[in-house]
């Protein structure tokens, strides 16, 4: 590519803001962004820079990327989301990014900038996320009928909760085993301190931490999907959040099973 | 009564737990947890006087994506990042846990009972999203149709 064929009205390089824009995508995607925002975000990003036109194809895991220059002159950027990791704010992050710059574009080196800091945007700490799941654990084991003793029971088994998260991301297998494995490590906690005299009903102390693991978001986004269209993504989403749901029921009760 | 008080104040605890288990920030929790409480309490309410599980879910799903759609307007947030904490309480996880239990301990027709009671709810949920997203929609097609003459958005 030679002269100004290569640039777009502000005198950027359009190739690399398109990988930009392809990354904001990939990031809203990779952390549970719906289909038809990650598509309109792309879009109204390209027109902001000027390109003639910009079509986006994304389903849930994938999204792929044609721009078309005033020049006629078009490319086309695919990225590949191997895992989804559900992480509001860094959506609401890349949200803002793009409508302030649709408002005022900047320059690749800027735009890269934006993207790396929201990456390492972590709103809370790791001691204070063990406390939310434990607070959120213990609320529901009491929302569903569990006393104190229960509830205490709940928070302990959302510590290991939290832990055999992390040791998940480290193990990178399949999402449903993954489910599985997790909460049949959280049953079989409960059922320790169960034989230690503490916490009466294994059923609701399980419900307050099956609320934490089930995909509520992935069942939502993928309802959303399927109203714009998007019956691929919507399909897929949905089949993942029930057999999700269905191994963390499944492994809750082979814990029980295995050691009541 | 007691109960249910109870019940309403755990519900808040827990989708506030739920929502920053999500990475939402505190502000917007608080918002997300009182609005499921207040959710809640409508849906207790509901159930009391209709005293069907579907209904009483379809309404609840209504009135929470309303006020989603309403305040993400508002805080410029994305309306799922509202909506799936609001509709938490909802969430039929006790469902789930008692269908599979029943299942493995040989009780075939409580368990599909329960997974009657699960699809209950998840279609009355689903059914009450999709329509105010569908409203919601055609509002945003007809508005910037007459302020721009097309549509701003990709589709």
Redesign the interface.
Known sequence: MSGDCGLLKGGYESERIGACIAELGEMMLRYGGEVSRVEDTVYRLGIAYGYRSVDCLTIMNCIIISFTREDGESFTQMRRVLEIKKNMERIRACNALSREICQEPADPEQFRQRLTAIEEREPYLSWQTCLIYMMASAAMTMFFGGGIADSAVSAVAAIALYFSGRLMDLARIQNFVTAYIEAFMVGAVICLLMALGLGEDYGVISMGNIMLMISGSGLMTSVRDMINNDLLSGIMGFLSAVLGAAAIALGFVSAALLFM | MEETV??IL??F??T???S???????RISALNAFCAMLGYASYVAVLELSGSIFWSNFAIAIFMTVLSELAARRF???T??L??PM???E?P??D??????NL?IGETGLSLRYAIELMDI?AAM?LG??LV??VV?IYMNISDRLRYGHY????
Not at chain 2, 20 to 26: A, E, F, I, T
Not at chain 2, 96 to 101: D, H, I, K, R, S
Request: aromatic residues 18%; contains cysteine.
């Open positions: 109870l019940h755990c519900s605890i827990g506030l737990g739920f920053m288990y999500y990475n939402v920030g505190v410029k947030v994305p799922t990042m909506l799936v509709l938490f309480p969430i996880g006790g789930l846990y008692n269908m599979v239990w493995f998840i689903n999203i999709v997203t569908t929609k701003e958005g990709y589709r």
